[in-house]
């Protein structure tokens, strides 16, 4: 009994891999490609099936021959039909009605080979051996035909079984029934063949289905890099909020266009656009809502554009047009129109209605300028003069902004050589307690003088410092000398209080160069208690100064005093004090001017000390020139004076001196 149990265990595990090879239900793959070759497998039977009636006619047997052959054409001509319709739509799911109707095709492709042996083999039987034609030539074509129909079928191996089976039934059946002497060894013959042809039908359409595996698993693989190909651009140059091309990618595609206008001629335009009160935007609806705002902005100017136009996020909330067919003011000015119009239209954001507005500078390129950094310099100045001009407009540029250039880039060379010649300096101009008139410090402002004599305003060269890349440098200048000159007063001995440095707003917006001149004065053993940190409105205001109140609160813990510079003249100094760390707010020079003789500025500065009183703020009045602005200053409780009063900006040299004076006085 256990010897029978083993046998039969063994049979089974022989058996199984045959039952599931034999059981596998063919994939698409499999069925496209039996599909794609019926129709030659169709043309190669009937080709073969004339060949064999030409090699074997015989006028005796035409009635067997003529209706075979008949059979066996309209046969191919159906299933080749049937084969091209299928092969217009590919398979996409394969149904044991789909399987079923391989079977069907296969056992139809081989009844003729199974119908010739049988009449050859079985009808006419030894005796009569060239009846319906030469055995041998029978056998050869049923061998070729079976070699090629399992060829055609080795993707659907229990088609292509089925095939073989029949024709390998027919001829080792006629050969028994006929009494052939050969019926053993061809019956043998046949097992065997059959066995060969089945291996190489199992082996064959696994090797296929590899392949596909192998072919879906690479094509999948270069899906991945196209995507990842793709993906990688996107991130190198698209912007994510407005799918537009971002700064990186415009700027090479403006080279382009430079160039190929250098190549061929033509003209075409560059508008830099900002948009009008975006930051109101943001603050007030926060910056979900402003990203909504730029990517409906995006959206128009799509809308409103050329397909062959390009347009670019190249900052916060400035976008940038290359106008391919536009080459003169008319058409330049036409378009523009049309973009303010659309962007004039309130929209609809997260349920609140927002109004946006833009402001257009444009620039033609030859003719105002031919290089990519040119032109956006010369479109910036056109923009800046639209935004000066009252906002919602498109300025170009033109003659008077070109003698502005031409102006700038004397003062930049000059303020390069400057530098490098050390010709710009310091002044100082001190800070008078109006309480007892002790010096509480002075503000350090930086002087230009030319070599003709001719004083430079430091608030025209300053902002072409900051348009022409030479602000840091500039900055760390300053900086240098400062904390040059506090040691030297430290050393005689002097105590000039807290030296307010003006930190310009490109310098928030640099925040690592700034905390490198910070860390400067520290490495020289100059803190908080030596320097005091003057800014404007427009450190806080305007592109990139979305982490400035981050920055101010870490130089406010690392013990550095802010001044707010110019208080009472910006249109959100109020929220500012609510957003940062400020020690000290100046009054502007422009109310105190005025208070002997308007009750407004009366009224404004009153206001703004009593703001600086409840707010535990330090109140510091500029431009105090008359003993009667002080008496009044100090009656309205403002702690601090700073003028002409007491002193003009003076050098280092005699701010030492005004120290050393005021301290005799007072020992």
């Not at 149904?95 to 095709?105: E, Q």
């Not at 050969?182 to 043998?188: G, H, K, L, Q, S």
């Not at 106008?323 to 129109?337: D, F, N, P, W, Y």
């Not at 440095?501 to 020289?524: G, R, V």
């Amino acid at each position: 009994m256990p010897k029978i149990l083993a046998v039969r265990q063994i049979f089974r595990s022989l058996i199984a891999p045959i039952r599931a090879v034999l059981t596998r239900h063919p994939s698409p793959e499999d069925v496209n490609s039996v599909v794609s070759g019926t129709a030659f497998g169709a043309f190669i039977t009937a080709l073969n099936a004339v060949i064999y009636v030409i090699g074997a006619f015989d006028k005796e047997e035409v009635s067997f021959l003529a209706p075979w052959l008949g059979a066996v054409v309209v046969l191919c001509a159906v299933l080749s039909w049937m084969s091209i319709r299928s092969s217009k739509r590919a398979v996409r799911r394969v149904s044991k009605r789909t399987a079923r109707r391989l079977m069907i095709t296969s056992v139809l492709l081989a009844l003729p080979w199974a119908a010739l042996p049988i009449h050859v083999f079985a009808l006419h039987g030894a005796g009569d051996p060239h009846g319906a034609g030469e055995p041998m030539l029978v056998m050869v074509v049923s061998t070729g035909m079976l070699a090629g129909g399992v060829l055609v079928l080795h993707r659907a191996l229990t088609a292509a079984v089925t095939y073989m089976t029949t024709i390998l039934l027919a001829v080792t059946g006629s050969v028994q029934i006929g009494g052939w002497e050969e019926a053993w060894p061809i019956t043998a013959y046949c097992f065997i063949y059959g066995m060969f042809l089945a291996y190489f039908a199992t082996s064959a359409g696994d090797t296929a289905r590899q392949r596909d595996e192998s072919v879906a698993a690479l094509s999948q693989a270069v899906e991945g890099l196209r995507a990842a190909r793709d993906e990688n651009y996107l991130l190198a140059n698209i912007d994510d909020t407005t799918g537009l091309l971002n700064r990186k990618a415009f700027n090479a595609r403006l080279a382009e266009a430079v160039a190929q206008q250098a190549s061929n001629g033509g003209g075409f335009s560059v508008l830099l656009m900002d948009l009008d009160r975006f930051k109101n935007v943001n603050d007030l609806f926060g910056h979900s809502v402003g990203d909504e705002l730029l990517a409906e902005i995006a959206r128009r100017l799509r809308a409103n554009l050329h397909e062959g136009d390009v347009i670019g996020r190249i900052g916060g909330d400035e976008f940038c047009i290359i106008l391919v067919e536009a080459a003169t003011e008319a058409q330049i000015k036409s378009v523009a129109g049309r973009l303010l119009e659309a962007l004039n239209v309130p929209a609809r954001l997260a349920g609140r209605q927002v109004h946006p507005g833009a402001s257009i500078g444009a620039v033609i390129c030859p003719d105002d300028a031919a290089d990519p950094v040119e032109l956006f310099l010369k479109a910036d100045l056109a923009l800046n003069r639209a935004k000066e001009a009252g906002r919602g407009q498109c300025v170009k540029f033109d003659d008077h902004l070109r003698q502005q250039v031409i102006t700038n880039d004397r003062i930049e060379a000059g303020l390069r050589d400057a530098l490098k010649d050390n010709l710009l300096y310091v002044q100082y101009q001190p800070k008078i307690s109006l309480r007892d008139g002790r010096p509480m410090g002075a503000e350090a402002l930086v002087r230009w003088t030319l070599p003709d004599g001719q004083k430079v305003s430091p608030e025209f060269f300053l902002s072409i410092a900051a348009e022409r890349g030479l602000l840091p440098s500039l900055s760390r200048h300053i900086a240098e000398a400062v904390a040059d000159h506090i040691l030297g007063w430290r050393a005689e001995g002097l105590n000039p209080g807290k030296i307010a440095l003006n930190i310009h707003p490109d310098d928030i917006k640099s925040p690592e160069l700034l905390m490198e001149t910070i860390q400067m004065f520290e490495s020289k053993g100059i803190t908080g208690d030596d320097l005091l940190l003057e800014i404007t409105e427009g450190c806080l205001i305007g592109r990139g100064t979305d982490m400035v109140s981050r920055l101010l609160d870490a130089l406010a813990d690392r013990g550095y005093d802010l001044s707010l510079d110019d208080f009472g003249t910006g249109h959100a100094a109020l929220a500012h004090l609510k957003k940062i760390p400020v020690a000290e707010i100046k009054i502007d020079r422009s109310f105190v001017s005025g208070l002997e003789v308007r009750r407004d500025d009366r009224a404004i500065v009153a206001a703004i000390t009593e703001i600086a009183r409840g707010m535990g703020i330090r109140s510091v009045a500029e431009g105090v020139e008359t003993q009667a602005q002080c008496d009044m200053l100090k009656a309205l409780g403002v702690e601090v004076g700073q003028g002409y009063l007491w002193s003009r900006p003076i050098s280092a040299e005699s701010f030492a001196a005004y120290l050393a004076e005021q301290q005799r006085k007072v020992g």
